[in-house]
């Protein structure tokens, strides 16, 4: 009876930390991916008319909550207007992707409310 008591913990031990691993694992795959779509953004040049956070320039915003992938894919393809039209050719689907995953890792900008210097003591 002691020893199967005993076991519990150990075994709750063994899953948080598979657990723990698991995650850690999968959060650092996609901060890789988001990396490499940021230097795909710059290199193929998005931030000339976007700026580097995707925050708008000559071209729009595109960041953060950039339009969802099939819909971001389709404008960057086939843009509507002024901007380049980027083959895949010149800009695979997976770089494509990547650049999606870096736009959608840029946080929002914080709320007025929340920036201490503009609260009133
Ligand atoms: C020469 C400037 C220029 C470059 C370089 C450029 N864009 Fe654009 N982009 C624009 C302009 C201008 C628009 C507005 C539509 C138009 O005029 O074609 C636009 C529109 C977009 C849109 C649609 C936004 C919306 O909400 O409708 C997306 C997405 C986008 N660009 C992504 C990209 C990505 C990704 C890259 C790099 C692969 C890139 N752009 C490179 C100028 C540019």
């Known amino acids: 009876m ?3 008591n005993r076991q519990i913990p150990i075994a709750f031990a063994v899953l948080t930390l598979v657990a723990g691993i698991s995650i850690g694992t999968s959060a650092t795959q996609e901060d890789e991916e988001a990396d490499r779509g940021k230097k795909d953004f710059v290199e193929v040049g998005c931030y000339q008319c976007h700026g580097y956070q995707g925050q708008g320039g000559p071209g729009g915003r595109i960041a953060p909550k950039p339009l969802p992938l099939e819909a971001f894919t389709r404008l ?3 843009p509507a207007n002024v901007m380049p039209a980027y083959s895949p050719k010149v800009l ?3 770089q ?3 650049i999606h995953k870096y736009l959608e890792s840029i946080p929002e900008d914080p ?3 929340t920036l201490p210097a503009l609260s009133e003591e």
């Open 2 to 4: 002691q020893s199967k």
């Open 76 to 78: 960057v393809r086939r």
């Open 92 to 94: 695979s689907d997976e």
């Open 96 to 98: 494509l992707k990547r």
């Open 111 to 113: 709320e007025v409310s």
